[in-house]
């Protein structure tokens, strides 16, 4: 019942710059981190961060200073502004939302995701 919508995603020469955008809408409640995963063509998806509702961040090692991930918890939204860009970020980028909540004294975990949006660094 969560909905993810990425924009921002494009074409930039390596050492430009991109933001990327998520908007949740639907069911929200209980959605206590957002991140963004990306996949390179011919690996595996990787996490490249995270931020829970009250700010705390991760990230990625090869995105640490170059990479900055903000949410708006009024607007529901999760950017990620990249910076210094090398052709090695070049993925699609998706979205990603966890619902924790507790039911009848048990803990239940619920990943959304978006439908990716592409980000290429070329020359």
């Known amino acids: 019942q969560v909905q993810l919508v990425e924009s921002g995603g494009g074409l930039v020469q390596p050492g430009g710059s991109l933001r990327l955008s998520c908007a949740a809408s639907g069911s929200i409640f209980s959605i206590n981190v957002m991140g963004w995963y990306r996949q390179a063509l011919g690996k595996e998806r990787e996490l490249v961060a995270t931020i829970t509702s009250g700010g705390r961040t991760n990230y990625l090692d090869s995105v640490k200073g170059r990479f900055t991930i903000s949410r708006d918890n009024a607007k529901n939204t999760v950017d990620l502004q990249m910076n210094s860009l090398k052709p090695e970020d070049t993925a699609v980028y998706y979205c990603?939302?966890?619902?924790?909540?507790?039911?009848?004294?048990?803990?239940?975990?619920?990943?959304?995701w978006g439908q990716g949006t592409q980000v290429t660094v070329s020359s």
């Open positions: 990603n939302a966890r619902r924790a909540i507790q039911v009848y004294g048990r803990a239940y975990e619920y990943d959304y």
